[in-house]
């Protein structure tokens, strides 16, 4: 099957600092990206829709100049969450898709902390 | 939108037996149900899909069936093992959502041995 992968698989900053976390299909083209952000216990929450080459789509109540996602190339996707507090702390998912197939394949997720 | 209903939200049972979870969505234009199984601190993976055109679909010990006209479709798991234990979630997608899926809110599934 398809394999998604992103980095890293964790991470711990101070309040106020961004970060950046990489989403790569590994062996298939994906033409779009799809970020989740997840609370524990909950399901998954879509934040944004990322098409490569053009600008991502943000679902109501996600601040676009707070996430920034960037769909440069087909197999590569980032989020950075800009000046993070700690109320951003979440495990962050990714998603890829091939053009028209419907199915969504899965990366291992981000746990990101903010102190 | 669409909407989709998942229940139970737990679900226990021992193991060897059988498994369902059930999921209704209410846009009829839906068009394809992926189930994905999460085990914790992992991302979802996709253990089994259906399209509309398909009534049931089966691999190995896990089948869908879809009912159109009721808009429900179920995941069955047979001869359940411990490692079966984890959240499902159900999902659509709708032609119209430009791929987007709308999520079920998820079962946890413990299998006791």
């Known amino acids: 099957g398809a394999v998604v992968s992103q980095h890293p698989s964790w991470v711990i900053c101070k309040s106020g600092t961004s970060v950046k976390i990489e989403c790569r299909s590994l062996?298939?083209?994906?033409?779009?990206m799809f970020w989740y952000r997840q609370f524990p216990k909950q399901s998954l929450m879509l934040m944004a829709t990322s098409n490569e080459g053009s600008k991502a789509t943000y679902e109501q109540g996600v601040e676009k100049d707070k996430f920034l996602i960037n769909h440069a190339s087909l197999t590569l996707s980032t989020l950075t969450v800009t000046s993070a507090h700690p109320e951003d702390s979440s495990f962050y998912i990714c998603s890829a898709s091939l053009r028209g197939l419907g199915e969504q394949f899965f990366g291992p997720g981000t746990r990101l902390t903010v102190l | 939108g669409e909407n989709v209903e998942q229940h139970p939200s737990t679900l226990s049972v021992q193991e060897g037996d059988s498994a369902v979870i059930k999921c209704t969505y209410s846009?009829?234009?839906?068009?394809?149900f992926p189930w994905y199984k999460q085990e914790l601190g992992k991302g979802p993976q996709l253990i089994i899909d259906i399209r509309s055109n398909v009534g049931e679909k089966k691999d190995q010990r896990i089948a869908v069936t879809l009912n159109k006209t009721a808009k429900h479709f179920s995941l069955h798991i047979t001869e359940t093992q411990p490692e079966d234990s984890a959240v499902y979630f159900c999902a659509a997608l709708a032609g119209t959502s430009y791929g987007k899926l709308t999520f079920g809110q998820g079962t946890i599934l413990t299998v006791h041995p």
């Open positions: 846009d009829s234009a839906s068009n394809y």
């Open positions: 062996d298939f083209q994906a033409t779009t």
